[in-house]
Each structure stands twice: as structure tokens, then as C-alpha cells.
């Protein structure tokens, strides 16, 4: 079976602080900073490229995911 992903996040409660991190430490390439909200769901994110492989760094501000971060680090 082949496992395939859409996207992963990682949720941060800094997001310069995790870019910067990202970038210096394992030379990734930071994409600019986008904001999304839905609901009662509002984040500010980040795209990584390290190589080929691309993931989010995600900063919650309301909405599930901020409940998640604040419960579960």
C-alpha cells in the first residue's frame, strides 16, 4: 500500500521564530506568510521546501487548532 499526504502542518506558537529556526538550522526555503480564516478558524501560515518535500508551519489564533496547541503543545 502506498501512503500518500495532502499537506502536513505543523502547528507552532511562533511562526517567525519557527521559519527562522527552519531556515538557519536546516537551510530551508521560507515561502512568504499567508493568513486563512473559515468560521472560527483563523491561522497564519508558512510553506517550507526542504528539497523536494514541502510542509506547512501553522500559527493558530482561534478555532480547533488553537485549542489543540494550547492543550497539547
Not at 517567525?16 to 527552519?22: F, G, I, K
Not at 501560515?45 to 501553522?58: D, N, S
Amino acid at each position: 500500500m502506498e501512503l500518500k499526504f495532502s499537506h502536513i502542518d505543523i502547528l507552532v506558537n511562533d511562526l517567525q521564530a519557527a521559519c527562522d529556526y527552519y531556515a538557519k538550522i536546516l537551510g530551508a526555503q521560507i515561502s512568504k506568510k499567508f493568513t486563512w480564516e473559515r468560521d472560527e478558524l483563523h491561522v497564519t501560515y508558512a510553506v517550507v521546501k526542504i528539497g523536494e518535500e514541502r510542509f506547512m508551519l501553522v500559527q493558530p489564533f482561534s478555532g480547533n487548532l488553537k485549542n489543540l496547541i494550547d492543550t497539547k503543545g
